[in-house]
């Protein structure tokens, strides 16, 4: 590490991987040394942890106090110290480096993928604490166990529930399992359909060899509600229907995740509304919330769920989205901007290997491409996992109006054999709201190199969907003027103008309509994301009906709405000649008359 290197560190201040210990007024112990060590190395990132001495907490550099004979500090005797007095030992590196004339000493602390004490016994691990600062908290058991689960260093639905016996698992389970690999339409493993409750549940590996150890997978699939309330206490499934700050529905399931998934997809597909679009002698339904996508969504909360950590598994239907949220955060490696291309890193992967073989979820694990793809092609706003932390995933998917051409629009490509990926959508949905990109724009909305974006891009230009303009690095790429057209924006947009939040649009009684932004609160902040994109625009006054700028629609007094560029009036658009009509009438100007009159004699 440089000077400038550290004096970036102290800049950026505390964090869940950087500790300042100020010896200001008093040395700092090897004892405290060793558990500030033992705090760094038992986080949730991937990435180093540094512990920098002689820091104050405001940021202030007062200097490290010498720690050996001599009045120096031996980097390699400290080094020792840190293996000889953390269980399992840790390899740290440590330096000495000169900042205005003061040693800081740096110690590199590695993440550990097992919780790491010190030999005294303590264990903490580095986190936000209650007032919203990084600090050192215990580091309890049950902690230990989500930790090593989030690393894929063990399986917590392998463990075996003591006291649990054969009989507290329910045989309709069992049945309703089989009938679920039947239902499946092939996805299933439909050699299990022929073996016994003990064999299957053996097959799976809910029970051990004689049947006598079950463990929590085959109480959590087949368990009996009394036995799961008494031995896995964490386990709830809430279904919420909220309108405003009201709520209408609370209920909550304590059951088998089949029987409480089952439950979950009856509650929504009673209030899932479906519209249709005709392509060609074929009409496509359009639900308000596409049955794959949420069937994927609420598996993928009950199979990846932190079952250590308390709390329920919410399904939240609002006025204008659908929100489930789970306890426990990404697993080790998946971030939000890698979330579409991260090989799949399951918290309970027996578990989840069981919902395979049943066929709830896809078999290549790739069930949040599923979620944004059916999202996308049904001509609504990209899902968001954004509110997502450490203690929980959040999933918002928008609801609202669907872009109806937009579905049609991906259903032609279908019909056409050309269906469009999930890049694809991803790439026209970011077009949509931004007008022009670069590949350089677009590698964080797709999530890959832009080599592979470009590729993708080249595609959809030959198809006569995307157009390019621009040389080399100043290339952007911007929605075809017949795509425009075809996702019922009249006029041609002016393309290297201000995107629509600049250039909203309007009906001809003057009322603004702008192409649709966010949703509001997908972001944590209160702020919405910006790919929202294929729902259709709505009039800024709430008053009036939404319009779909695919086809006028009739106004409230049975006047056609006539879509226009905000600021221009009708009369701009009339014959000269009635224009010069009148000024004449409200001038008196005589030669403005004549003019008139000129213009009629030559009509």
């Known amino acids: 590490m440089t000077p400038d290197d550290l004096t970036r560190l102290i800049d950026g201040g505390e964090s869940t991987e950087v500790e300042f210990k100020g010896e ?10 060793v558990e500030a060590v033992v705090c760094l190395a038992n986080r949730t990132e991937e990435d180093p942890g540094f512990l920098l001495i002689g820091v104050e907490d405001d940021g202030r550099v007062t200097g490290s106090r010498p720690r050996h004979e001599a009045g120096h500090t031996d980097t390699g005797r400290l080094q020792a110290l840190i293996a000889n007095r953390t269980r399992p030992s840790m390899s740290v590196r440590a330096e000495a480096l000169d900042l205005g004339g003061k040693a800081v000493l740096v110690i590199e602390v590695p993440a550990s993928r097992s919780p790491v004490g010190t030999t005294e016994g303590k264990y903490l691990r580095r986190a936000i604490g209650g007032d919203g600062k990084p600090a050192c908290l215990p580091f309890a058991f049950h902690e230990m166990l989500s930790y090593q689960a989030d690393r894929g260093a063990m399986d917590p639905s392998m463990l075996a529930v003591r006291g649990v016996r054969w009989g507290d698992l329910d045989p309709l389970e069992f049945e309703r399992f089989r009938r679920s ?8 493993d439909a050699s299990l359909l022929e073996l016994s409750d003990v064999e299957l549940a053996k097959a799976l590996g ?16 087949f368990g009996r509600e009394d036995s799961l309330r008494s031995n896995i206490p964490s386990h709830e ?27 979950i997809e009856t509650r929504i597909r009673a209030r899932n509304r479906e519209r249709e679009v005709l392509v060609g002698i074929l009409r496509v339904a359009v639900p308000d919330y596409p049955e794959r996508a949420v069937r994927e969504a609420v598996a ?17 239907w609002h006025d204008d989205r659908l929100e ?34 049943a066929g709830i979820v896809e078999r290549t694990a790739r069930g949040i491409d599923t979620i944004f793809l059916e999202q996308l092609r049904g001509g609504r706003p990209a899902p968001s996992y954004e509110r997502s932390n450490e203690a929980s995933v959040v999933l918002v998917i928008p609801g609202g109006e669907a872009n109806l051409e937009f579905a049609s629009l991906v259903a032609e490509q279908a019909q056409e054999e050309r269906p469009l990926s999930l890049d694809d959508l991803l790439i026209l949905n970011e077009l949509w709201v931004e007008r022009r990109l670069s590949l350089t724009d677009l590698a964080p909305v797709v999530q890959k190199p832009e080599g592979e ?35 019922g924006q009249k006029a041609e947009p002016d393309r290297l103008g201000p995107g629509p939040e600049k250039q909203p649009f309007s009906t001809s009684g003057g009322r603004s309509l ?19 994109a294929f729902a259709p625009p709505r009039y800024a006054d709430a008053a009036h009906p939404t319009v779909p700028l695919s086809f006028a629609a009739p106004g409230l007094h049975g006047q056609a709405f006539t879509l226009q560029p905000a600021g221009e009036h009708p009369s701009r658009h009339q014959p000269r000649q009635r224009a010069a009509g009148h000024r004449a009438q409200r001038s008196g100007s005589a030669e403005v008359r004549r003019e008139a009159r000129g213009g009629r004699a030559r009509a």
């Open 206 to 221: 809910a029970v051990d060899a004689d049947h006598e150890i079950v463990r929590m997978l085959g109480l959590l699939l």
């Open 237 to 263: 499934v809430a279904f919420q229907v909220l309108s405003g700050i009201d709520v209408e529905v609370d209920d909550i399931y304590r059951w088998p995740l089949l029987r409480a998934m089952e439950e």
């Open 324 to 357: 489930i949220s789970s306890p426990g955060g990404f697993p080790e490696g998946v971030r939000l901007d890698n979330l579409l291309v991260t090989p799949p890193r399951p918290r309970n992967p027996l578990l989840a290997d069981a919902f395979k073989r």
């Open 453 to 487: 974006i470009r590729s993708r891009i080249q595609s959809l230009i030959e198809r006569g969907l995307v157009e390019a303009r621009g040389e080399r690095r100043g290339r952007n790429y911007h929605l075809s003027a017949a795509t425009y057209r075809r996702l």
């Open 181 to 188: 690999i039947r239902e499946s339409r092939g996805r299933g």
């Open 300 to 316: 993928n909360a009950l199979i990846h769920r932190d079952y250590g950590r308390l709390g329920a598994v919410h399904v939240q």
């Open 514 to 532: 702008r192409p649709p932004v966010a949703s509001p609160g997908t972001d944590g902040r209160g702020q919405g994301r910006r790919s929202h």
């Open 24 to 33: 200001e007024r008093r040395a700092l112990s090897d004892g405290d040394l």
